[in-house]
Nanobody
Framework: QVQLVESGGGLVQAGESLRLSCAVS????????LGWYRQAPGKQREWVGVISSDGRANYADSVKGRFTISRDNAKNTAYLQMTSLKPEDTGRYYC?????WGQGTQVTVSS
């Protein structure tokens, strides 16, 4: 059974940083790409970025240059480093791997 568990969310002020983690179990993590999504209240889920199995990352234009996705295959964990946070980055952040989703972690950015 594949499980993804996000952590690291919280309440921060605009301009600050957060690092989210996504711990994966039940699958061969190193062989899979992992994506990050977010969903703001009243809005559709939005793609944030993805990291391939060999560590290449791509990002949505809205976060490019501010967010960095990385992975530690030895720890079966992926990370989303978020800097220069803006109020519009507020939302619940999810990781997804092979169609399996975590429960999400809330990020709130105050102005």
């Amino acid at each position: 059974q594949v499980q993804l568990v996000e952590s690291g969310g919280g309440l921060v002020q605009a301009g600050e940083s957060l690092r989210l983690s996504c711990a994966v179990s039940g699958t061969i993590f190193r062989l899979n790409a992992l994506g990050w999504y977010r969903q703001a209240p009243g809005k559709q889920r939005e793609w944030v970025g993805v990291i391939s199995s060999d560590g290449r990352a791509n990002y949505a234009d809205s976060v490019k240059g501010r967010f960095t996705i990385s992975r530690d295959n030895a720890k079966n964990t992926a990370y989303l480093q978020m800097t220069s946070l803006k109020p519009e980055d507020t939302g619940r952040y999810y990781c997804v791997l092979s169609g399996d989703w975590g429960q999400g972690t809330q990020v709130t950015v105050s102005s």
